[in-house]
T-cell receptor
Framework: GEDVEQSLFLSVREGDSSVINCTYT??????LYWYKQEPGAGLQLLTY?????DMKQDQRLTVLLNKKDKHLSLRIADTQTGDSAIYFC????????????FGAGTRLAVHP | NAGVTQTPKFRVLKTGQSMTLLCAQD?????MYWYRQDPGMGLRLIHY???????AKGEVPDGYNVSRLKKQNFLLGLESAAPSQTSVYFC???????????FGPGTRLTVL
């Protein structure tokens, strides 16, 4: 079946880079997403990558996809305290109702 | 443009009570979804709708019913609430041809 795994917690120092990792099982996915959830709020789409791409960069965010190993990562450069949140990896499938399978989320804590 | 809104934001129910959660979107999206979020788990799909008047079961539909009488609204009903339904409920919507699901701020439900 479909499964998406993430480590649950990451702590980084302000100004350092953060790397959040995700692995998934179903290689038929079309898009892979990173969502951010701040306390008490809904999920906000940060970025996504099409499954035939290896990398996508968007300002401080870099997404790397290793389709062979079914591994997705999100790198946040120059991490700030405002980046503290839960980050969800999600795997999307085209067709039908465009199913999304979410990981459990990685809580990123940024300390001075 | 309010995006996706959810009412109520918080609710406490006693076991056996019923309630309806309302989701509204003003983006003219065809697809709408109801998820639940539990600690240590990713979002799980309860029900979804691909258009006005249509609904379908997701991953965890038991104990819930939904209706989509108007395109902009998607209602989630609990006929007889159980403590296992204590969760945070998120609604999302999406264009049929788009890649992004837009999420509401969530409803925190506690069943005693």
């Amino acid at each position: 079946g479909e499964d998406v795994e993430q480590s649950l917690f990451l702590s980084v120092r302000e100004g350092d880079s953060s790397v959040i990792n995700c692995t998934y099982t179903d290689s038929s996915s079309t898009y892979l997403y990173w969502y951010k959830q701040e306390p008490g709020a809904g999920l906000q789409l940060l970025t996504y990558i099409f499954s035939n791409m290896d990398m996508k960069q968007d300002q401080r965010l870099t997404v790397l996809l290793n389709k062979k190993d079914k591994h997705l990562s999100l790198r946040i450069a120059d991490t700030q305290t405002g980046d503290s949140a839960i980050y969800f990896c999600a795997v999307g499938f085209s067709g039908g109702y465009n199913k999304l399978i979410f990981g459990a989320g990685t809580r990123l804590a940024v300390h001075p | 443009n309010a995006g996706v809104t959810q009412t109520p934001k918080f609710r406490v129910l006693k076991t056996g009570q019923s309630m309806t959660l309302l989701c509204a979107q003003d983006m003219n999206h065809e697809y709408m979804y109801w998820y639940r979020q539990d600690p240590g788990m990713g979002l799980r799909l309860i029900h979804y709708s691909v258009g006005e008047g249509t609904t379908a079961k997701g991953e965890v539909p038991d104990g819930y019913n939904v209706s989509r009488l108007k395109k902009q609204n998607f209602l989630l009903g609990l006929e007889s609430a159980a403590p296992s339904q204590t969760s945070v409920y998120f609604c999302a919507s999406r264009q049929a041809t788009g890649n992004e699901q837009f999420f509401g701020p969530g409803t925190r439900l506690t069943v005693l």
